[in-house]
């Protein structure tokens, strides 16, 4: 079955940096684009960044651009979320997810969901 597992996360001072990581099985990896989501405690789940099928494109949410990066190793089923510059209202629990819209920036276009890993950045 698909599994998705992330990793990385912890607690770090604001301007830090953390690297997430996401190892998926189950189901063809590089035939799907693939996005990182976060959920902050009594918030709705939002879109962080995705990333096309390929990797070339990649689209972001803009309270992270320019200071996110996501990328993919097709080769290791593994997408990545390069966090730097991190701020406290970076703190939630972060998820990765398979996008089969390819594109797509709702929870609804996304069908399968990792556990998450959780972030506390602070002040």
């Known amino acids: 079955q698909v599994q998705l597992v992330e990793s990385g996360g912890g607690l770090v001072q604001a301007g830090g940096s953390l690297r997430l990581s996401c190892a998926a099985s189950?189901?063809?990896?590089?035939?799907?684009?693939m996005g990182w989501f976060r959920q902050a405690p009594g918030k709705e789940r939002e879109f962080v960044a995705g990333i096309s099928w390929s990797g070339i494109r990649t689209y972001y949410a803009d309270s992270v651009k320019g200071r996110f990066t996501i990328s993919r190793d097709n080769a290791k089923n593994t997408v990545y979320l390069q966090m730097n510059s991190l701020q406290p209202e970076d703190t939630a629990v972060y998820y990765c997810?398979?996008?089969?819209?390819?594109?797509?920036?709702?929870?609804?276009?996304?069908?399968?969901w990792g556990q998450g890993t959780q972030v506390t950045v602070s002040s």
């Open positions: 997810a398979i996008d089969p819209s390819n594109g797509g920036r709702r929870t609804g276009n996304y069908n399968y």
């Open positions: 189950g189901h063809t990896f590089s035939n799907y684009a």
